[in-house]
């Protein structure tokens, strides 16, 4: 059977703010995206995921929904949305683009409508209850913290504070709470109510209609809630729950939602979701069962949260490789977005790492997702208290800083050099995509290199996964599909090592290194033996294949 495409794919995902302004106001927009689509099929990537890009009073910089079937204008009009989708297609690019279901905003006609009165039509749209009575061990006046309905927190504290806040805001007017598992101006979607499912349902064929290719689903597995809301247990109640709720009412409503891409013309259109779960198990349940398809991937985030060890990669591809793919799901690989710190910052800074995890991301059995700027090796910015504008703490404005285009003042964003979150570290001194275009060493050069390399064997895109012994911090595993076979090795240690490697000979097809950092692999591999720099990745493939491909 043909693999569906997203299983051979590689994502990159945009953040529309942070990538190019074409209009001169310091945000990035659609335009800024469609002029640089050559760039990114140079750099041979194949689908672009967009982040929000809706109408939104930005209260979470597009994750606030005040309209699903619309373009904000600060990011342009439907009509620059199609001139995208046309012009991506003409270049092979998909585009499947975010679907926030767990929440609108709060200025959302169906929100007005819903808090205007107790007997709107839309007032079952949310979650709405009642203040805790003194029989529920409510307390307090009305509205007070003592008779909030349960003892959920929402998502984010404030800044400088290091306490979730509560996940229930009273509404004077109407005297009842509603329920939101992230800001006060996100309020949850009651997902069960049918009108709300067949309203999502019309947003998604909105955008099917138009060419989208698929769907990222923002926190996909809080969909659904036990009616019931009950208070959690103790030991979980410091813990927001937008990172617990696992209802299993979710998988029903996904399943009726998944049917309608499959019975698109033309078909092949794809969900991705955002399952931020303890538990890679729990990850599994939302790809479906036979009887009732749902995701077809879902985000991993436990190996964005590991540090730089063998140890932990090991165990992390294990959980991914034993619970995921043993199931027959294909798994997901990240090491960055817009929610995180950049994976170069997370390793201490370190570019050798940074590039050595890249190699890893793009050789793991399963469908890597890449962060707009990860490919020039950018840290985050560093954000000065009177800058920062995310609502969350410590706050995610680093990553989300503006791609650095060129050397001029305003790094090829329009409006040049004020953009709306300040410019990362080094892009006054040659961290820039024209500038790393032209040295071969550069991190973009290593990217474009390792999706190259990716194209071409079948065994990295679709092969089985078989691990190597090693000795200390180090890890490495075989590829193989057919006669198409890659060996990759990581160190994490800051010293070489030395491992064994398979039947010979070898050849190095890509080294993390910089060419100036290695002058080992001039030709076959002469022992039965790999020396692997500190903080390097290789990927190594028979010496056979690869004088044949030279001599094409
Ligand atoms: C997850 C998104 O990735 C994040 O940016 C957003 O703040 C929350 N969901 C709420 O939509």
Not at 142 to 155: E, I, K, Q, T, V
Not at 292 to 299: M, Q, T, V
Not at 380 to 392: E, G, I, K, L, N
């Amino acid at each position: 059977m043909k693999r569906p495409w997203w299983e051979d794919a590689v994502f990159y995902q945009i953040y529309p703010r942070s990538f190019c302004d074409s209009t001169g106001n310091g945000i990035g927009d659609l335009d800024g995206i469609r002029a640089h689509l050559d760039h990114l099929s140079w750099l041979g990537v194949d689908a672009l995921w967009l982040s929000p890009f809706y109408p939104s009073p930005m209260a979470d910089f597009g994750y606030d929904v005040s309209d699903y079937c619309g373009v904000d204008p600060l990011f342009g009009t439907l009509e620059d949305f199609d001139r995208l989708l046309v012009d991506a297609h003409a270049r092979n690019l998909r585009v499947i683009v975010d679907w926030v279901p767990n929440h609108t905003s709060d200025a959302h006609p169906w929100f007005l409508q819903s808090r205007s009165s107790r007997h709107n039509p839309k007032r079952d749209w949310y979650w709405w209850r009642d203040d805790r009575s003194d029989d529920e061990g409510g307390f307090g006046a009305p509205g007070s913290a003592g008779r909030r309905p349960n003892n959920w927190l929402a998502a984010f504290p404030g800044v400088g504070k290091s306490d979730f806040p509560p996940a229930w805001t009273w509404d004077q007017e109407t005297g009842q709470w509603y329920l939101h598992l992230f800001l006060d101006h996100q309020p949850d979607l009651n997902c069960h109510h049918p009108e709300v499912q067949s309203a999502m349902a019309g947003v998604l064929r909105f955008w099917l209609d138009r060419g989208a290719d698929g769907f990222r689903v923002d926190v996909v597995h809080a969909i659904g809630k036990d009616p019931r809301l009950a208070d959690l247990p103790d030991d979980l109640a410091a813990i927001p729950m937008c990172a617990l709720n696992d209802d299993p009412s979710t998988h029903p409503i996904l399943a009726r939602l998944r049917q309608l891409l499959d019975g698109c013309q033309p078909p092949a259109r794809m969900m991705v979701g955002e399952t931020v779960l303890p538990s890679v198990a729990q990850i599994v349940a939302y790809y479906g069962s036979p009887d009732g398809k749902e995701l077809d991937l879902a985000f991993n985030f436990h190996p964005l949260r590991s540090p730089w060890s063998a140890r932990s990669w090991t165990r992390r591809i294990d959980e991914a490789e034993e619970l995921i793919g043993a199931s027959g799901a294909w798994p997901t690989w990240v090491l960055s977005n817009h929610d995180t710190s950049r994976h170069r910052t997370r390793y201490g800074g370190s570019e050798a790492r940074a590039r050595a995890a890249a190699v890893m991301l793009l050789t793991l059995r399963g469908t890597p997702f890449l962060y707009a700027g990860e490919e020039l090796g950018l840290e985050d910015a560093v954000v000065a208290p009177d800058r920062r504008v995310d609502p969350a703490w410590p706050g995610r404005d680093g990553c989300r800083a503006p791609l650095p285009w060129d050397a001029g003042p305003g790094h090829g964003w329009a409006g040049g050099p004020d953009a709306w979150l300040p410019w990362p570290p080094e892009a006054d001194s040659g961290r820039t995509v024209v500038e790393e275009m032209d040295d071969p060493d550069s991190t973009l050069n290593l990217y474009r290199s390792l999706l190259r390399a990716r194209r071409g064997s079948q065994a990295l895109r679709a092969g089985s996964f078989t691990w190597a012994a090693t000795d200390g911090d180090v890890l490495a595993y075989r590829r193989k599909q057919g006669r198409d076979v890659r060996f990759v090795a990581v160190n994490f240690s800051d010293s070489p090592s030395s491992l064994d490697l398979p039947p010979g000979p070898w050849e190095v097809e890509l080294s993390s290194a910089r060419a100036a950092a290695d002058s080992r692999w001039d030709g076959p591999s002469p022992s039965g033996r790999i020396e692997v720099g500190p903080d390097e990745a290789v990927i190594l493939r028979p010496a056979r294949a690869a004088q044949l491909d030279r001599g094409r």
